[in-house]
């Protein structure tokens, strides 16, 4: 993936919801480069939902309709726990 691309999942990261871009954007910053290409993708795919849907399935309020971004999800918030 080319340094552009990086750098638009990183903007595409910054939501403008504070809870969503405490998760997303040090996800991207810290993590994304090393994912497989397979999962760079499902990302960027997970990101183009709306950010009350992502809000939701982030915090673990509701399951994404979509299994295919459990393992993703699971991911962003085992990067968050181990930050804390």
């Given at each position: 993936m080319t340094e552009l691309n990086k750098q638009k999942i990183f903007w595409h990261s910054r939501r403008g919801m504070l809870e969503l871009d405490l998760l997303l954007v040090p996800f991207a910053t810290e993590v994304f480069a090393t994912l497989p290409?397979?999962?760079q993708m499902l990302y960027k795919e997970l990101l183009a939902n709306e950010d009350q849907d992502l809000f939701s399935w982030l915090l673990e309020r509701v399951e994404p309709p979509d299994a295919k971004f459990k393992p993703i999800i699971s991911k962003i918030?085992?990067?968050k726990a181990g930050r804390n």
């Open positions: 290409t397979q999962e918030l085992a990067h």
